[in-house]
Each structure stands twice: as structure tokens, then as C-alpha cells.
């Protein structure tokens, strides 16, 4: 039981820190204990603009 929420975790703390700078609230890393939920973070983040970009 210990791995599993280690692993949660794992998932969880790097969509915390990157989120943000996608124009996406922190709080939905927590989506990121799914396995789809990670999934469709990643997509978003892959296919949607960055907070920074001006273009």
C-alpha cells in the first residue's frame, strides 16, 4: 500500500509545479492519481498554448 500512494505521488508533485505555467490551477494535479486523469493532463498540456506564449 505504501508503493501505491508513493507512486500517486510521484505523478502528482511534478503536474503541481508545471501546471501553472500552462494557465491551469495547481489543484488539478490531483487529477494526476488516475491513470487517465494523467493522461488527459499530459495531453493538455502537450496540445494547449503555455501561459507564457504571445504568438
Known amino acids: 500500500m505504501f508503493w501505491v500512494i508513493l ?4 505523478f502528482v508533485v511534478p503536474f503541481w509545479k508545471l ?3 500552462y494557465g491551469i490551477a ?3 494535479a490531483l ?3 488516475f491513470p487517465l486523469g494523467a493522461l488527459a493532463l ?4 502537450a496540445f494547449g498554448p503555455r501561459a507564457d ?3
Open 26 to 28: 495547481s489543484a488539478w
Open 53 to 55: 506564449d504571445r504568438g
Open 42 to 45: 499530459l495531453y493538455l498540456m
Open 19 to 21: 501546471l501553472p505555467g
Open 7 to 10: 507512486f500517486m505521488a510521484a
Open 31 to 33: 487529477v494526476a492519481i
